[in-house]
C-alpha cells in the first residue's frame, strides 16, 4: 500500500508527523519516533521571549504562552528550564540532523518584526529541513483591528520568505475573521503549507483563591471537528501544503483529516497517551483501512470530502448548525 506523501516539497514516507511537544525536543525521543515509523518531526518552538526573559517577570511570560501547543504545560513545569538560548536552539537542530534521517522542521513564535528573520536564517543554518511560523497571538487590544494584525503576520512570512531558501508553513489559529480569506492571504504571499489550527488551553478560575488555575488535558477525537471544516473549506482554495493538528487519536481520524484535505497529520496526545511505538500502529492501521477500502494511496482520498468534492458543501457549514439545532428539541 503506498502511503506516501509530500509535504512542504518534502517526500514522506507516510502521512504521519510529530508535532511540537516536549518530546520532541529531545534526541532520544526522535530517534525512536523515527525508529517507530514517524516521516518528520516538528520541534517546539522558539520563543522571543525566551531570549528576553531577563526583562520581565518569567511567570508572566508563562501565563502568555503556556497554551501555545499540546503539551505547553509539562515544557513550561520548570522555570528554569525555559530560559533557553537561540544558540542552543539551533545546535539542538543541528544534533538532530546528524544523528536522525527524519526530515526536521524548526519553529519560530516571534513577536518584533526582525526576529522573524534573524531566527529563520539561523535555523536554515542549523540544518532545518522546513520553518514553521507558529502566529499565537492573544489579541487583547481592542484598538488594534483584525486587519492589522493579519497585516503584520503577512509582513513577517514576507520577510522570512526573502531571507531563507527551504519551505515555510504558518501555523494558524481559528481565531481569524475569516480564515479561508487569510489562508489564501498567506499562500499568496509565499507560505508553503499552512498547519491547522493551534490547540488552546484556557485557564480555569479558583473562585475560592482568586486566581486564575491551569489544567492539562489532553485532545481526544472530538477536537478534530473544527479542524475537519476548516480543512474541507481551505484545502479547496488554496495550493498549498495543508497539515492537520489537533484531535487526531485513531485511524478513522487519520482518514478524515486526509479526505478533508491534509496532506499529512500531527501527533502529540495520543503519543503522551499510548507511547511513541504508537506510530507504527496508526501507520500499519492507515495500511489496511486503503486496502480494506480498496484505495491505492493516500493521495487518491485526498481532498476526497473538501467542499470541491462532497455533493453538498452546506452540509459542513451553515446548514448543519440550522439542522442541529431543530432536531435537537424534537429528540
Not at 39 to 63: G, H, T
Not at 121 to 129: L, N, T
Amino acid at each position: 500500500m503506498d502511503l506516501s506523501t509530500t509535504y512542504l516539497g518534502l517526500s514522506l514516507s507516510n502521512p504521519f508527523v510529530a508535532g511540537p511537544a516536549p518530546i520532541t525536543g529531545r534526541i532520544e525521543n526522535i530517534k525512536r519516533l523515527e525508529e517507530a515509523g514517524i516521516a518528520a518531526v516538528v520541534l517546539p518552538p522558539l520563543f522571543e521571549e525566551q531570549l528576553m526573559s531577563d526583562e520581565m517577570e518569567l511567570f508572566d511570560w508563562i501565563d502568555a504562552h503556556a497554551e501555545s501547543f499540546p503539551e505547553a504545560l509539562s515544557y513550561f513545569a520548570e522555570p528554569e528550564r525555559a530560559i533557553v538560548e537561540a544558540d542552543a536552539y539551533m545546535e539542538h537542530i543541528a544534533e538532530v540532523k546528524r544523528q536522525t534521517s527524519v526530515p526536521i522542521i524548526a519553529g519560530i513564535n516571534a513577536v518584533t518584526a526582525a526576529r522573524w528573520k534573524d531566527y529563520a536564517v539561523a535555523m536554515e543554518r542549523a540544518g532545518a529541513d522546513a520553518l514553521e511560523l507558529d502566529f499565537y497571538y492573544v489579541a487583547n487590544d481592542p484598538s488594534e483591528s483584525g486587519r492589522a494584525i493579519e497585516r503584520r503576520f503577512a509582513m513577517a512570512l514576507r520577510r522570512v520568505k526573502r531571507n531563507v531558501s527551504i519551505p515555510v508553513s504558518v501555523k494558524l489559529t481559528a481565531f481569524h475573521t475569516s480564515l479561508a480569506h487569510f489562508a489564501c492571504s498567506l499562500e499568496a504571499e509565499g507560505a508553503d503549507g499552512l498547519t491547522l489550527l493551534h490547540r488552546f488551553y484556557e485557564a480555569d478560575l479558583d473562585i475560592e483563591k482568586l486566581e486564575p488555575v491551569s489544567r492539562l488535558h489532553l485532545s481526544d477525537s472530538r477536537e478534530l471537528l473544527l479542524r475537519l471544516r476548516w480543512l474541507a473549506i481551505i484545502s479547496a482554495n488554496v495550493k498549498c501544503s495543508l497539515a492537520a493538528s489537533g484531535g487526531v487519536q485513531s485511524v478513522e481520524d487519520v482518514v478524515k483529516a486526509i479526505m478533508t484535505g491534509a496532506d499529512c497529520v500531527r501527533l502529540c496526545s495520543v503519543l503522551q497517551k499510548h507511547g511513541l511505538g504508537h506510530v507504527s500502529t496508526l501507520r500499519d492501521g492507515l495500511a489496511a483501512w486503503l486496502e480494506q477500502h480498496e484505495y491505492e494511496s493516500v493521495r487518491q482520498m485526498r481532498g476526497s470530502m473538501n467542499f470541491k468534492s462532497i455533493p453538498d458543501p452546506k452540509a459542513l457549514s451553515r446548514a448543519h448548525y440550522m439542522h442541529l439545532l431543530s432536531s435537537w428539541g424534537s429528540q
